[in-house]
């Protein structure tokens, strides 16, 4: 369905600099190809961009930088950001979870321990999994789990409640929130859940972003080589897309050696650099 977008562009590689399209050059093109559903599931893709923008303007509304990204413009976002005051296109159409946000942000933004970005962003997995089927629902769902985890670390490792920082739904939050295990019970739930115990033992903070897209990527490996020109593919290729421009921002040859080091080290085709060696 999608061949001329796919074969149009380049095999994406970690480890290959390229010439290729961003994400922000292939928004326009696939937003134009798409329709019906399939043109649902890319704004679902796309939507996440719009939860950051409008934190960024509950937190601060006289800055004019959102990101191109997002689907709304600054003019929807402001008019999506009066509530029950406005009226109109931002509140008619937009999903239920954005108004009840910015609600809630009114109410939580100077309250000890309440972060605005992960509430949303909880939202937005939530809103997602249940917009969308089949293997696109599991992606979103590995990336709220990976979220739940990474957050339940962070506060194990301070020393904080786990239960005061996972707020998500499900039987995985649920274990989360209530097991004293070193892998919070999840070893027959979730395979990966060691992996991620690794990663989250990571102490530098680039490292640990770059592991986490490093096994985003491979589980995107794993679970798109059956319909190379459907849908799910063509979001997939939007995902690590925006994994390579992230990265890009960096020292471009160093850093996608070391990012396909840890690839390589997942698939278990290396062992592990010297460097991801916890101490």
Known sequence: MYYTILTGQPPLRPDKVEQRASLAEMKDMVIE??????????????????????VRLLRNGKTEEINPLGLLSREQLDELMLGQEGTGWGLETQPEFLRAFTARYRKKANQIGWFSADDILLQYYDYAISHSDGILSEWYELNLNLQSLMTAFIARKNNWRVADYVKGQGEVCDA????SAADFGLAAQLPYIDEIIKIADEPDPVSKEKQTDAFKWKWLDEHSFMEPFDIVALIFYLARTEMLDRWDLLDVEQGKARFTAIINNLRGEARVPAEFIRK
């Open 33 to 54: 190809a798409t329709s019906g559903k399939d043109a649902r599931d890319v704004q679902t893709f796309f939507l996440r961009f719009d939860c950051m923008n409008l």
């Open 176 to 179: 989360i929130r209530n097991s």
